[in-house]
T-cell receptor
């Protein structure tokens, strides 16, 4: 089975622009989470989606938004890009069940550079 | 709020020596705990997870971790380091509700031949 896939692999944008990152979960997984990993730091939780609904949100500004589609793939959108948004954006999928532990499977990430 | 602290951003060990990577969590309610490994330019791979079934958890590649509630710790160990263990290691916590996930800042492990 294919793992979590993300596109594009790399992206260069200019300050003020908008970006859309895409993620396809493992077949059968209905939950997708997004993380931002700034160089030299641990991943920071941005969003979790399950069955097309937002189930969790980290401490990120409203410039960050996401959605999940009926096929469980997901998009992360970032508006009005800042230099500080430069990071590796990771997507993870899981068989999420509220109140229980669940394993997350991570994709290789999208490297976003804002100039 | 939940947080995860990893003591030591860089750890160096000789090949064949014991690996010990430290992780402490803060919460009145013990969360679910994980260790992940990240190789350069790759995503994260799950090493092991604590599910409350047993305090000593065995994972892949010979790693294990012990959950100690009294110390709010979940340290990662491996008896004998291999060169291939050189990577970035992250401790992470999932809230019991499952809708929040917290990572530590990571520990870079170097294995010296």
């Amino acid at each position: 089975d294919a793992g979590v896939t993300q596109s594009p692999t790399h992206l260069i944008k200019t300050r003020g622009q908008h970006v859309t990152l895409r993620c396809s979960p493992i077949s059968g997984h209905k939950s997708v989470s997004w993380y931002q990993q700034v160089l030299g730091q641990g991943p920071q939780f941005i969003f979790q989606y399950y069955e097309k609904e937002e189930r969790g949100r980290g401490n990120f500004p409203d410039r960050f938004s996401a959605r999940q589609f009926p096929n469980y793939s997901s998009e992360l959108n970032v508006n009005a890009l800042l230099l500080g948004d430069s990071a590796l954006y990771l997507c993870a999928s899981s068989l999420f069940t509220s109140g229980t532990i669940y394993e997350q499977y991570f994709g290789p990430g999208t490297r976003l550079t804002v100039t | 709020a939940q947080s995860v602290t990893q003591l030591g951003s860089h750890v160096s060990v000789s090949e064949g020596a014991l690996v010990l990577l430290r992780c402490n969590y803060s919460s009145s309610v013990p969360p679910y705990l994980f260790w992940y490994v990240q190789y350069p330019n790759q995503g994260l791979q799950l090493l092991l997870k604590y599910t409350s079934a047993a305090t000593l958890v065995k994972g892949i590649n010979g790693f294990e971790a012990e959950f100690k509630k009294s110390e709010t710790s979940f340290h990662l160990t491996k008896p004998s380091a291999h060169m291939s263990d050189a990577a970035e290691y992250f401790c992470a916590a999932q809230t019991p509700t499952g809708n929040q996930f917290y990572f530590g800042t990571g520990t870079s492990l170097t294995v010296i031949p």
